[in-house]
């Protein structure tokens, strides 16, 4: 008997942003008030940073991620109910637990499905997106909803230019669906634990109380250089993987960290800058949304078309990195 192939495909997106948009110079504001020293100048001249947005006190991981939710459901033309499958990529989670994605699911309105957190810090939604395509192609699940969600200003030292100046808030979702045609063509993953401690929260919680230090802590020249490799390496690897070459690609559209290993990226890739989509002007680093929340513009803005072969890859904390090619 002659049984179809399982694929899946992204039937539909959606983003939030906070409605706090912090530009470069407020934020440096803020710093000098702290007597700090930064600027305009530095941040985008190093890191392609413009603004990004940060939440308000008591909004959580879940509060983001829901109306990217409901937008990725709309724009696939699905009701939560239909969802069996909830995945959440997350380093900011609302609690301890229950996970993220359990509080997701509730909020919209929906029960019994498996829901789940996914840790890999920036390379959350890659990893997420590469779980729910093979639990939909193994038949557990058919229709997932993959989030990435982050409240990272909750993580941040402001006292810390090297870091505070980089990421923000935000959420971004797809809703992922078993079909007769490709979609997904490959998926890539990797980790390096030695890495640890080039870009961690290196806190704990016990007895109550946080242990330790519960703020981002990155060696940024090490995690750039490391970045730049494996990025490149990634992107052959899922190429090679689906048969292609880098010719066939119509969008990279890498995590959304630095303009500089982005730009690198895609000029080793030789492909040429319009094909690159940067979100990270407006967004700064939202770690496992960046992803989304880029595809969600790609696709909204229509650049990214139905058809189209993107490239997806996600590096960070871990040290993870990976990547997704897929034709829209
Ligand atoms: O999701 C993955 C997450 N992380 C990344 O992708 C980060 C990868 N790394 C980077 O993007 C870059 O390493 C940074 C943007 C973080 C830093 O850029 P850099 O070119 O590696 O600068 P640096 O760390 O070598 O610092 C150069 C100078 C230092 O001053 P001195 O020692 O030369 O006097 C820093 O203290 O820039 C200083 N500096 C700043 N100055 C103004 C660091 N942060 C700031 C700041 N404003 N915000």
Known sequence: ?????????????????????????????????????SSDAWIVERTGIRA????????????????????ALAAAGRRADEI????????????????????????????????????????GFVYALTVADSMIRTGSATRAL??????????LDF????TCVLFGDGAGAVVLEASDEPGILATDLHADGRHVGILCVPGAVAGGKVLGDALVRMDGQAVFKLAVGVLE??????????????????????????????QGTARKLKLP????????????????ASIPLALD?????????RGDTVLLEGVGGGFTWGAVLLDY
Do not use: Y
């Open 1 to 37: 008997m002659n049984v179809p192939a399982r694929h899946t495909r992204i039937t539909g997106t959606g983003s939030f942003l906070p409605p706090r948009r912090v530009s470069n110079d407020e934020l440096v504001a803020e710093l000098a008030a702290r007597g700090i020293e």
């Open 52 to 71: 990004r947005h940060f939440a308000a006190d008591g909004v959580a991981a879940s509060d983001l991620a829901l109306p990217a939710a409901q937008a």
């Open 84 to 123: 069996d499958l909830v995945v959440v990529a997350t380093s900011t989670p609302d609690m301890i637990f229950p996970s993220t994605a359990a509080i997701l699911q509730a909020k919209l309105g929906i029960a019994g499905c498996p829901a789940f957190d996914l840790q890999a810090v920036c390379s």
């Open 146 to 155: 993959v989030v990435g969600s982050e409240v990272f200003s909750r993580i």
């Open 159 to 162: 006292d810390d230019r090297g």
């Open 233 to 262: 390496q990634s992107a052959r690897a899922v190429l090679a993987k689906a048969g292609r070459s880098e010719a066939d690609l119509d969008w990279l559209i890498p995590h959304q960290a630095n303009i500089r290993i982005m």
């Open 273 to 288: 800058a319009d094909k690159l989509v940067v979100t990270v002007d407006e967004h700064g680093n939202t770690s496992a």
């Open 297 to 305: 513009a790609a696709v909204r803005s229509g650049r990214v078309q």
